[in-house]
């Protein structure tokens, strides 16, 4: 079962990330028929990924048409009720993932118990690319949501690669025994920035420090993997 859990994980941050396009997105704002198409590429995403789990038992495939409505509804009452500052706009996406994770939980309600069939090795690359794609597009959308505070006729979400894949690459080292080098790297980048004369101290430390928070996430899944 923590297996299929972990394949739930990796294809919601997918469809909700890596396949949400911000013309998807803009398409939800304004119609149902955005966030319908939106849920669709979810379930389509849940069925490639936990192929061939989700055809394990009827009871899995009925509750994954829950959860799909699920993720409707929790995406339109994200939409529906409209937040006033930027500050309500953090809670909101927060409270988005968490509900939208805490129904992929309840997959551990089930009356199944489907074969763990995969290495721990594979599970473990699963979780690597379920919490790099939040280090790569969740944390980019928090650091709009600050750079949007101090600014606030910043008004478009641009997912710049640089950036994304340089904290990948922090991210990587977080995961390997060559973790000691993130000093370097945080030393190089505050310098870097302190030069260029865009230096912020709290966005610096937000940005590592989610960084940290979502490595402390890996090493606990890893551990009730292993």
């Known amino acids: 079962m923590t297996s299929l859990f972990i394949l739930l994980l990796l294809s919601h941050a997918l469809a909700d990330f890596v396949f949400q396009t911000g013309r998807l997105y803009q398409w939800k704002v304004r119609s149902n028929w955005g966030i319908l198409v939106h ?24 509750w994954l048409i829950l959860l799909t409505f699920a993720h409707f509804w929790i995406d339109k009452t994200k939409i529906v009720i409209k937040p006033s500052t930027i500050q309500v706009e953090i809670k909101y996406f927060i409270y988005d993932q968490i509900a939208h994770i805490a129904s992929i939980m309840t997959v551990f309600l089930l009356p199944i118990h489907p074969p763990e069939g995969y290495q721990p090795n594979v599970m473990l690359g699963c979780i690597a690319l379920f919490l790099g794609i939040y280090v790569a597009y969740a944390v980019s959308i928090l650091l709009y949501y600050y750079d949007r505070a101090l600014d606030p006729t910043l008004i478009r979400l641009d997912h710049q690669w640089k950036p994304m894949v340089y904290r990948l690459f922090i991210f990587g080292l977080l995961l390997t025994s060559w973790r000691p080098l993130i000093m370097v790297a945080m030393f190089v980048h505050g310098w870097r920035n302190v030069r260029r004369h865009v230096f912020d101290s709290r966005r610096f430390w937000l940005e590592y420090g989610l960084l940290f928070i979502l490595w402390i996430i890996f090493e606990g899944l890893k551990r009730s993997l292993l």
């Open 39 to 62: 849920v669709l590429i979810f379930a389509a995403t849940t069925v490639v990924v936990t192929f061939p789990l989700v055809f394990y038992s009827p009871f899995f495939l009925s």
